[in-house]
T-cell receptor, first 112, second 113 residues
Framework: KQEVTQIPAALSVPEGENLVLNCSFT??????LQWFRQDPGKGLTSLLL?????REQTSGRLNASLDKSSGRSTLYIAASQPGDSATYLC???????????FGKGTTLSVSS | GAVVSQHPSWVICKSGTSVKIECRSL??????MFWYRQFPKQSLMLMAT?????????EQGVEKDKFLINHASLTLSTLTVTSAHPEDSSFYIC?????????FGPGTRLTVL
């Protein structure tokens, strides 16, 4: 059974710092992997989607990488801002059309 | 982009009552919808997969008689929590899938007193 783990569970950094969030999964046969942002009490905002054939995706200050063979993905946030404070969730599809499997998330706090 | 709505956004009810949550795909047809539950500080856990016109498929450990799911049209799925108890208090999120992508609703906060 596929399991998704995110480390660390929580992270506090000062504004301007670059940071990396980690996601690992137990079964490397995935269809795609997605990173989401969730603000307290709110729904999900999709940040980046990486297909299984891709190695990375970039959007603004965010860069997500995927290494299927090692079962890992990282989300890199450059020049962090207080507005980046949120919980970041890693999720993946085992197969096309199936439900996403989520990690527990990393709660990020960026102080000004 | 595709939009998924949920109604209500929050609900408070008394123990023993039933609560219905609606999930709508506003600008696309969704043959498949998913229902997730999220407890505080926890991840989203899949409750059931709902296909239009057929019975929902429930994940292990989810009581199908307690969490009734109806997917009567390509744009609407409903989750009814029957005889709700305080332990059912949670954040319920639906998602709807088109041919390529899964889109998420904003969630419904259920509090059972």
């Amino acid at each position: 059974k596929q399991e998704v783990t995110q480390i660390p569970a929580a992270l506090s950094v000062p504004e301007g710092e670059n940071l990396v969030l980690n996601c690992s999964f137990t079964d490397s046969a995935i269809y795609n992997l997605q990173w989401f942002r969730q603000d307290p009490g709110k729904g999900l905002t999709s940040l980046l989607l990486i297909q299984s054939s891709q190695r990375e995706q970039t959007s603004g200050r965010l860069n997500a990488s995927l290494d299927k063979s090692s079962g890992r993905s990282t989300l890199y946030i450059a020049a962090s801002q207080p507005g980046d404070s949120a919980t970041y969730l890693c999720a993946l599809h085992n197969q096309a059309g199936t439900a996403l499997i989520f990690g527990k998330g990393t709660t990020l706090s960026v102080s000004s | 982009g595709a939009v998924v709505s949920q109604h209500p956004s929050w609900v408070i009810c008394k123990s023993g009552t039933s609560v219905k949550i609606e999930c709508r795909s506003l600008d696309f047809q969704a043959t498949t919808m998913f229902w997730y539950r999220q407890f505080p500080k926890q991840s989203l856990m899949l409750m059931a997969t709902s296909n239009e016109g057929s019975k929902a498929t429930y994940e292990q450990g989810v009581e199908k008689d307690k969490f009734l799911i109806n997917h009567a049209s390509l744009t609407l799925s409903t989750l009814t929590v029957t005889s709700a108890h305080p332990e059912d208090s949670s954040f319920y999120i639906c998602s709807a899938r088109d041919s390529y992508t899964q889109y998420f609703g904003p969630g419904t906060r259920l509090t059972v007193l």
